[in-house]
């Protein structure tokens, strides 16, 4: 029996607008991931995003998969109006495929449309602490959703843990999405960790056993949602306070902390747009080679403006740091909590 089908709109910051239609347990994913800016679907939207079947046929696009899930994505030609995404999922657990075409496909194409609203959706998060609001610019894995796990902990405003939207006068705008925790939540973030519900402990610790017997080949996080930690949602813009580069290096020393130019914040941006949009851009092809530079382009202009005159630091993580002892260290020099530095840190 064909699963029934549903639609669902989302207006972000700046009038950005999305809609995604498929079967409702499909566009339900993206309910529970983007709630709060749910509007009625009667008006013009800049993407769209179709949720289709296995059985679907479509011979453009490209196929792609990882582990036990794969996906069949194809986009409409640059001149569509909204700008137009097909997607078939396949395989289980399909929760997991959701969530990793959201970040490979869905949440790269919002960043494709913002620039025409005049926002740059940039893969980062922003912590409201004393100092005012802190960007913080990594890759995956550096930390992130840990230190706004953290700072809801101690009862701090994060507009977004992994994607926030950023205007041409040094404001950010907050991004309506879950936060990702893996098992070591409890090592990591522990205050965070006791103020979870119960039931949300015992999910992070069944993803610990399943990760631990099929030896890491099965590690998928868990979408929390932030009011689980006390986090609401505040619509309105911040303006930035200063801007952190987490990077990872391959000493084993200490923490390195140095001072840096606005440039080389937003070259950074840039370069994690990019390759956030990898496979989005391997599913358009080269007829969208023009387009992507041309938002390229924009963002490089909003981001210039925008963080022109906004303190910049780099911080060099040790790769070979525990992931507790990173995260503290993090913390530390963040300003995030009142914990004693447990490693030596270098400024230069």
Not at 24 to 37: I, K, N, S, W
Not at 82 to 89: D, E, G, R, S, Y
Not at 156 to 163: E, H, I, K
Request: overall charge positive.
């Amino acid at each position: 029996m064909a699963s029934t089908m549903d639609s669902a709109t989302f207006e972000f910051a700046g009038g950005v607008r999305l809609r995604l239609q498929g079967p409702r347990r499909a566009v339900a994913h993206f309910t529970d991931e983007y709630g709060p800016c749910l509007v009625p679907d009667r008006d013009p939207v800049d993407a769209l995003v179709t949720i289709g079947r296995p059985s679907d046929s479509r011979t453009d696009g490209t196929d792609g998969g990882h582990k036990t899930v794969g996906w069949h994505v194809a986009i409409d030609a640059e001149t569509a109006h909204p700008v137009t995404l097909w997607i078939a999922t396949r395989g289980r657990p399909q929760s997991f495929v959701r969530s990793l075409v959201q970040g490979y496909f869905v949440e790269p194409l919002v960043s494709l449309v913002a620039p025409g609203r005049d926002l740059a959706l940039v893969p980062a998060a922003a912590l409201d602490l004393d100092d005012g609001l802190v960007l913080i610019l990594g890759r995956s894995r550096a930390g992130k959703s840990t230190l706004a796990a953290r700072a809801l902990a101690n009862g701090r405003t994060v507009l977004g843990d992994d994607q926030v939207f950023v205007d041409r006068s040094g404001r950010c705008w907050p991004f309506p999405r879950r936060l990702r925790f893996y098992p070591d939540l409890a090592e990591t973030a522990p205050a965070a960790h006791a103020r979870l519900r119960p039931r949300t402990r015992r999910a992070l610790l069944l993803r610990r056993w399943v990760a631990r017997l099929s030896r890491g080949w099965i590690r998928p996080s868990l979408a929390v949602d932030p009011m689980e930690l006390g986090g609401a949602w505040a619509p309105a813009g911040v303006p930035i306070g200063r801007v952190v580069i987490v990077e990872r290096s391959g000493s084993a020393g200490s923490i390195d902390a140095s001072p840096a130019r606005p440039a080389a914040a937003v070259q950074t941006a840039l370069d994690l747009l990019e390759e956030q949009r990898r496979r989005l851009a391997a599913a358009a092809g080269a007829a969208w080679t023009t387009r992507f530079a041309e938002v390229q382009a924009v963002e490089f202009s909003i981001l210039s403006e925008g963080l022109a005159s906004i303190a910049v630091e780099r911080i060099v993580v040790p790769d070979r740091w525990a992931a507790g002892a990173s995260i503290s260290a993090l913390a530390s020099q963040l300003g995030l909590d009142d914990s004693l530095l447990r490693h030596p840190v270098s400024h230069r």
